[in-house]
């Protein structure tokens, strides 16, 4: 042990403590302190490994930092006498070797002698026993009973001198029951093991056993309790091997029920019902506890008795102040039990609650009818309130009949404030509470299953279960139908009743204060320049005085509209341009104008010369330059002035942050803030104070957060980013940095943003490796830290500022301003926090959603939110993914937010405008149902159009027929429309190759090169000749045949051929056509182009049918033209190339 090292000052101090107590008790004859009595304290610990607590080892631990086995201790009014082994004695020795204290007594240390069985070591310890004070009464700590031959003898050789003994138990545990700094940072750490363990193992278990519907002992719980108390994937940031457990864990259920912490976990099976978790651990020998119960399906009865535990709670937290008497403090719980629920007074635990430390439970220092100890400040008390016996009529089961609540937090006592809670783990309904669904329900939802597949008879079972599906889906996407009618008809009715309510408080624009230069005469300047009828500029009042017609003229600055200075020869010009009404003017620019029908100056110009006349220091034109310059300057301290007035025109102003002097805030270090408060970011810390947060950078700039003017507060872990972030949304702006600021935003990075891909990477680099290992530790940590942050700072604000976390799973992707992003729904916003600016909509203020561009052929669509109040612009988000429209529907339907689809995208700056100018006779129209497809209107539309499809369609055996016909008049709308360019589309679809196609384009390129006049005029002759031939109508097929290699074989099978041969036909046509100066030809071929692919599929049918009707003449003369046209192309070429 004489590698241990030993607190001296801690030491010191602490037995300070104890010898001033008593002697002060010994002084007053009045006190009721056992001290008072007592000659000499001696305490002998032993070892006993069934003894867990007491007095004799908290001493020694509260004194030295550990316990010593066989080792006695005799505190006398003269000396301070230690007798343990040779081991213990060398750990002791470095008290003996400190510093003289001059109020205390020495310390002797005396070495155990085997020998002679420390016959003399006892013999010198009772000298020293003697000599204190009268010698005769020892203060002893009465329920310490040690075994052991050592511990023995020395009880022995104490009876044979016959001392008096006086139980010190009591007074020793008030002296050590308020805690110093240190002892209550070990106590929080205590804390925090035993909530991770709770939270993050014991309810997760629970929890996962009802949802799977296992049978599992309480036992078995606990066991695995005690096995994740060392287990560093629940305990973080301790020392896991100072970890222990203060008594073995509780789990009861099913209707056995003891509310003490010697209960014992029982072999029976969890009951899903009220189960009641009770664990305590213990870091360096400081205790700490929770007990929470989790309730199953709890009845609204169950539910209020519960809430009616937690007020309780909240009462005794509140009345246990420094300076209170703890009768008192248990008065006042009694006294809200009566006024709140009389007839469960009964059942409630007997007293509220103990003092805790290195003991766990301090039977003296009890929140009870009869203590009238008072409660000091650093005091810990484990709190616990519970209702036992208690009866649930509901309940269906034996188990479920009795059933009881018990709740506990170990707290810290404050100087007048509240107890401070230490185990922070919520305990809310909405926290403890598990909802199932019904089994009965589940059953009917089944056996209906069942009946809808055996009635579908004759199908085989695939099909049913296909059936059965579809209609399960059919019936949601209905319901998701149904409740937007309802959502749509209440949107309507609220709004009228909102806008309505507005319109009568609508505030009064504030009217800005004019500018004045000079308010009397004797303000004017007396300066030279003035009087010399020379420009003059006075920055205190900021204004120029011009001479116009002689007199000196003062214009304020804001009436200057610009300037402007120019040297032409000798001369040097000044023109000043002024605001004046019917004058373009930019955004803030220029002030009202008062008097609008008053005569105005537009623009004044001075001529100066630049020449020096003998004698004068400088040229006339200086005072020109003199006074550019200050105008200039002048107005860049007006604008500036004027626009940092205007950013604080509309803030409103906020409550002093009140700072609270508690060392244990709630902090975060080393974190950045966004936006930043300079160019340049810098990091800081973020502080909770009473009545909000403060962020100190390391510059000392520091930004102040109110939680009154808190909107939203998030919390985003860093799973799948590269920043942990706490995000606040504003009710209204602040200013930091010369700037309004809505978002604010704290973050740290937990990785390298940036990745060097120069580096050579391997998979199994050890380096990697472990710098891949230590980031995740560092996301692990930071991610805890962050949470413990944010659950404090709900505690302390009593959910005042209540953090939201993002769901990451229902995100999806959107564009809200220029970069696509991954938005991410909250309990109650949709936000994108990680990209800069951030997007924050928050649900509460959405009035509707309108999808815009909601087409089958489209890949995104976007979303337009309308907000509440109109005369804020909607906010958009672009290119949303169309296969996201489902997931998002239903987000928003959970949400019960109206939304509207349309294939179109509006002017909602119009849009909203038109709303607003006349909203009674928007909403006399029906209001945003217009935004509705499925209005009446075009539900009418629809219904004709359906009836006259109705009426078109007889089925008959010769559907072909009715196929061609259909075509055919497809193809003489499209001719239509495309002004004569479908004939060249049916010529080339007769069948030419690609090498012909290639060829004829790139002579029509080198035409149109040589001259756009010549091209333009021949090809309109081609096209009359076109139409002149037509009218002779050729007799057959065959009289016209072609000269050209390509075309060998006849028309039935050039309008069979490949679709591969098609598409490069079409392709040529499109490239030609794109060439061509005509609108018109462009829009109809890109119609053509739509519905190539279905004609393809039916040429073979429609030829045939087409030589059936007739038609064939009509496509032969057509093909037969073609050809002749080809033929003179061929001997135009021939000839060219001749002439070459």
């Known amino acids: ?37 007592v000659d000499c304290l001696v305490s002998c610990v032993g070892v006993d490994e069934d003894t867990l607590y007491s007095k004799s080892t908290a001493l020694q631990t509260w004194l030295f930092g550990y316990e010593l086995p066989d080792t006695i201790t005799v505190l006398t009014e003269h000396s301070m006498c230690f007798l343990a082994s040779k081991k213990k004695i060398e750990f002791l020795r470095q008290i003996e070797n400190g510093k003289e204290e001059s109020d205390l007594p020495p310390v002797k240390l005396l070495i155990r002698d085997r020998n002679d069985k420390d016959k003399e070591n006892f013999n010198k310890l009772i000298q020293e026993i003697k000599k204190s004070k009268s010698g005769k009464t020892l203060g002893v700590f009465a329920k310490d009973n040690y075994p052991g031959e050592f511990c023995e003898s020395w009880k022995n050789t104490m009876k044979s001198e016959k001392f008096e003994n006086v139980d010190v138990s009591s007074s020793i545990a008030l002296l050590i029951a308020p805690k110093e700094d240190s002892e209550i940072i070990t106590v929080k750490k205590a804390c ?157 635990t007997k007293t509220f609650g103990f003092a805790m430390g290195i003991e766990f439970r301090e039977s003296s220092i009890v929140i009870g009818p009869k203590t009238s100890i008072v409660a000091k400040k650093g005091m810990v008390f484990n709190i616990n309130i519970g209702l036992a016996n208690l009866t649930n009529s509901a309940a269906t089961e034996k188990e479920g009949k009795t059933y009881a609540l018990f709740i506990g937090d170990t707290v810290l006592v404050n100087d007048e404030q509240p107890a401070s809670l230490l185990t922070q783990s919520k305990k809310k309904i909405k926290n403890i509470g598990i909802f199932l669904k019904d089994d009965d329900e589940e059953e ?64 009064s624009e504030k009217v800005r204060k004019n500018t004045v230069s000079y308010k009397s005469v004797s303000q004017m300047p007396r300066e030279n320049e003035v009087k010399e009828l020379k420009l003059y500029v006075d920055r205190k009042y900021e204004t120029v005085i011009l001479p116009i017609f002689g007199v000196p003229v003062p214009f304020h600055i804001s009436t200057i509209k610009n300037i402007s200075q120019s040297v032409e020869g000798d001369y040097t010009y000044l023109r000043i341009n002024f605001f004046h009404p019917g004058a373009t003017m930019g955004k803030n620019e220029g002030g009202n104008n008062q008097q609008p029908d008053a005569t105005f100056v537009k ?101 102040d957060i109110l939680y009154n003017n808190i909107k939203n507060a998030f919390f985003q872990p860093c799973d799948g980013e590269m920043i942990i972030l706490l995000h606040f949304h504003l009710k209204h702006a602040i200013m930091f940095g010369k700037k309004k600021h809505v978002d604010v935003q704290f973050y740290t990075e937990v990785g390298e943003i940036t990745t060097d891909l120069g580096k050579h990477q391997h998979m199994h680099d050890r380096d990697d490796l472990a710098a891949e290992q230590s980031e995740r530790e560092l996301r692990h940590k930071l991610k805890q830290a962050f949470k413990s942050f944010c659950e404090r700072v709900e505690n302390s604000t009593k959910q005042e500022v209540e953090f939201d976390t993002p769901f990451r799973e229902l995100g999806f992707p959107g564009a809200p301003y220029r970069s696509t992003v991954l938005l991410q729904p909250t309990s109650g916003a949709l936000v994108n926090l990680t990209e800069w600016p951030p997007f924050v909509i928050a649900l509460e203020d959405v009035e509707l959603v309108h999808f815009e561009r909601v087409q089958f052929h489209l890949k995104n669509f976007d979303m337009v939110f309308v907000f509440k109040d109109y005369a804020k612009k909607v906010a958009m988000v672009n290119a949303v993914p169309m296969n996201m429209l489902d997931h998002v529907k239903e987000w928003l339907n959970s949400c019960d937010i109206r939304y509207s689809e349309g294939i179109q995208s509006l002017n909602w700056t119009k849009v909203m405008k038109t709303i607003t100018d006349d909203i009674e006779g928007f909403f006399d129209n029906g209001g945003w149902s217009f935004l509705d497809p499925e209005s009446d209107a075009e539900n009418e539309q629809q219904e004709e159009d359906s009836e006259e499809e109705d009426d078109a369609y007889e089925p008959t055996d010769a559907e072909s027929e009715e196929e061609s016909e259909d075509d055919s008049e497809y193809d003489s709308e499209a001719s239509d429309a495309s002004d004569g360019d479908s004939e060249d589309e049916d010529d080339e679809e007769s069948g030419k190759d690609w090498s012909d196609l290639e060829r004829e384009a790139a002579e029509e390129d080198k035409e149109r090169a040589m001259g756009g006049d010549d091209y333009e005029r021949k090809r309109k002759a081609g096209h009359r000749d076109f139409h002149d031939n037509k009218k002779h109508k050729s007799s057959s097929h065959k009289s016209s045949s072609h000269k050209s290699s390509s075309h060998k074989s006849p028309s039935k099978h050039n309008s069979s051929s490949s679709p591969s041969k098609n598409r490069d036909k079409h392709k040529s046509s499109h490239s030609r056509d794109n060439k061509s100066s005509h609108g018109d030809r462009k829009s109809s071929h890109g119609d053509r182009k739509s519905s190539h692919n279905d004609r393809k599929s039916s040429h073979n049918d429609r030829d045939k049918h087409s030589k059936s009707n007739g038609d064939h003449k009509k496509s032969s003369n057509d093909k037969s033209h073609k050809r002749s046209r080809d033929d003179s192309r061929e001997h135009e070429r021939s000839s060219k190339k001749s002439k070459k």
């Open 1 to 37: 042990m004489s590698n241990i090292s030993l607190d001296k000052d801690t030491f010191y101090r602490r037995i300070k403590r104890l010898y001033a107590a008593w002697k002060a008790a010994a002084a007053d004859p009045k006190a009721d302190d056992t001290l008072a009595k």
């Open 192 to 348: 925090l093991v035993t909530v991770d363990v709770f939270t993050k193992y014991l309810k997760d278990q629970i929890m996962e056993i009802i949802d799977s519907d296992k049978k599992v002992k309480h036992s078995k719980l606990a066991e695995g309790v005690e096995a994740a108390i060392s287990d560093k994937k629940y305990v973080t940031g301790v020392d896991t091997s100072q970890v222990d457990m203060c008594y073995p864990p509780i789990i009861q259920s099913g209707g056995n029920y003891s509310l003490k912490f010697s209960a014992v976990s029982d072999k029976n099976h969890l009951h899903f019902g009220a189960i009641i978790c009770s664990l305590g651990a213990r870091y360096k020998s400081y205790c700490s506890n929770i007990v929470r119960t989790l309730l199953v399906n709890p009845t609204d009865e169950v539910q209020s008795n519960y809430n009616f535990l937690l007020n309780l709670e909240e009462e005794v937290m509140k009345r246990l102040v420094s300076g209170a008497k703890l009768s008192a403090v248990y008065e006042a719980g009694l006294e809200l039990a009566k006024k709140e629920k009389p007839d469960l007074v009964e059942n409630l």
């Open 444 to 507: 009917e939802e089944e056996k209906e299953n069942k009946t809808e597949i055996l009635e579908n008879g004759g199908r085989g079972k695939r099909t049913a279960v296909i059936e059965s599906k579809l209609r399960t889906e059919h019936s949601s996407e209905e319901k998701r139908k149904e409740h937007q009618k309802e959502l749509a008809i209440a949107l309507n009715e609220k709004a009228k009743e909102r806008l309505a309510k507005q319109s009568s408080n609508k505030d």
């Open 603 to 703: 623009e004044v110009t001075y001529r100066s010369t630049n020449t020096k006349e003998p004698g004068e220091i400088s040229p006339p034109s200086a005072n020109l330059n003199t006074g550019f310059r200050l105008i200039k300057e002048v107005q860049k301290k007006f604008k500036t002035r004027e626009a940092e007035e205007r950013e604080k025109e509309d803030l409103v102003k906020q409550d002093t942050l009140i700072l609270s002097q508690s060392k244990g805030n709630p902090k975060l270090k080393d974190l950045y803030i966004r936006p930043n408060i300079v160019t340049k970011r810098m990091s800081g810390s973020l502080e909770a104070h009473s009545n909000g947060f403060r962020f100190t950078s390391v510059r000392g700039d520091k930004v």
